[in-house]
C-alpha cells in the first residue's frame, strides 16, 4: 500500500477511534433496583474516621449527576473503593514519583 493510500484512510481511522471515546447518554437503574440518594449512601458506607465526610458526600454525589450515572448501592460503593484505594480519602493525597 503507496504512503498516499495509507493517508487516505487516516482521517476514518480517527473517527472511528474518536467515536469510540464518545460519552454515553445518562446510565439508568437496571429492572428491580431502586435509585437511591448517593450523598445519603456515602454517609453511611464512607468509613467514620473519614474527615470531611459531607464534603466527600456532597461532591461524589455532584458527580453522579453530572455524570449520569446510575445512583445504586453498587456504583456508589465502587466509587468509594476506588476513592479508598487510590487517595485513602484525602482531597490532596501525596503522588510519590
Known sequence: MSTVSRLYFLP???VAMLAGCSSQSGKS???G???VDVANVVRQKMPASVKDREA???DIAITFKSQGLAPTVENICSVLAVAQQESGYQADPVVRG
Open 12 to 14: 476514518f481511522l480517527a
Open 29 to 31: 437503574v437496571n429492572k
Open 33 to 35: 433496583e431502586k435509585p
Open 56 to 58: 466527600w458526600a456532597k
